[in-house]
């Protein structure tokens, strides 16, 4: 029904019953539906429908070895889709609906197309909390495969004016449900029964991850990094277009400053008040108004913790602060 260069208008629907209606419809008919999580803005495909899903590659211009999430209403769906062993019920129970994904095997019967999962036998699944998600999950009666709603590569977008910022014309509609009150990606887990794996830090703290199942995570690998050829090596992410200094006490001229904490003479500043949550929040949002504001000038970034929501916090800074691929 539709067709890569035939997604002329991006519309933006409300997050009322009239918007979500149209929202589900549009998913039925293979198209694809930016839409709001808690965390960040997903771009939704019906995860049954090949040519749905290869859109979605195709909008984001992303690699097509980076297996997507499966987004579902409820626990019972995602049983449906996936083999959940004691542990990963037990996160599930936890953190349920929230800001964690499991990467757990796929049911061989669940019907989707082999492009979400990029041919693996495993599948990222997630059950997110805002009403907007629910409610669009509710209404639409398939599993739901959504990456990040930005282009690849970019910086992922919290509310809905970032996402047409980036895929305007490329998508059929845009589920307006305002700002993302966590801000950063969820996290990922891999719930090996013998050892436990944090695969991407994000809007779970990996402490809180670790102190409900009574365990220690292992780390990595970093999931977005898993490029065959080269482990282990950081690869440009979540970047603006300006680069980045990080760990800066100041700025140095010509810089702009993204501050947190006490940081005198910021441009913006993530928290004032050395909050990780609020920082978090704001982060992506931050980063594109800093991007805006340097015009082809260094971002220098104030330190951050490094722990609860700051190691995401420095993964995505570390990761928009890398080398640039060439071209
Ligand atoms: O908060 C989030 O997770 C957002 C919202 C929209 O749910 N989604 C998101 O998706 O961040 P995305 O596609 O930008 O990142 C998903 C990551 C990818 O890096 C991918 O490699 C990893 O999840 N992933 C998905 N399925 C996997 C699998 N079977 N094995 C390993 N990694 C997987
Ligand atoms: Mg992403």
Not at 57 to 75: C, M, S, T, Y
Not at 308 to 324: F, V
Request: glycine share 10%.
């Amino acid at each position: 029904m539709f067709s890569a260069d035939s997604a002329s208008e991006t519309i933006r629907l409300s997050d009322d019953a009239i918007g979500l209606d149209a929202a589900a419809e549009l998913l039925g008919a293979g198209g694809l539906v930016a839409f709001p999580t808690e965390t960040v803005y997903g771009l939704g495909a019906d995860a049954r429908n090949d040519r749905a899903v290869a859109r979605v590659f195709e909008a984001k211009g992303r690699p097509q070895f980076n297996p997507l999430i499966v987004h579902l209403p409820d626990l019972e769906a995602a049983r449906a889709i996936a083999h959940l062993n004691p542990l990963a019920e037990d996160l599930a129970a936890a953190f349920w609906p929230g800001a964690l994904t499991l990467v757990v095997p796929l049911r061989p019967d669940a019907g989707l197309s082999p492009l979400v999962t990029a041919g693996l036998p495993t599948v990222g699944i997630r059950v997110p909390d805002s009403p907007v998600a629910q409610s669009l999950l509710r209404r639409f009666p398939a599993p739901v495969a959504a990456p990040s709603a930005n282009p690849s590569g970019r910086i992922s977008p919290t509310s809905a004016a970032h996402v047409l910022e980036g895929l305007s014309g490329r998508i059929e509609a845009v589920l307006d449900g305002g700002s993302c009150a966590v801000g950063l990606e969820s996290t990922i887990v891999l719930p090996d029964r013998d050892c436990p794996r944090l695969l991407r830090p994000g809007g779970i703290p990996h402490e809180t991850i670790e102190r409900a199942i009574g365990r220690p995570l292992a780390a990595g690998p970093v999931v977005e990094d898993h490029a065959p050829g080269s482990p282990g090596q950081m690869s440009s992410h979540y970047a603006p277009r300006a680069p980045l200094r990080l760990e800066a006490r100041s700025a140095r001229d010509p810089e702009v400053y993204l501050g947190f904490a006490a940081a005198p003479g910021c441009d913006l500043n993530l928290s004032p008040a050395g909050d990780l949550t609020e920082a978090a929040a704001n982060l992506f949002g931050y980063l594109r108004r800093m991007d805006a504001l340097a015009q082809g000038r260094r971002i220098a970034v104030s330190p951050i913790p490094d722990h609860g929501l700051g190691r995401a916090i420095n993964d995505r800074l570390r990761r928009a602060a890398a080398p640039r691929p060439a071209g």
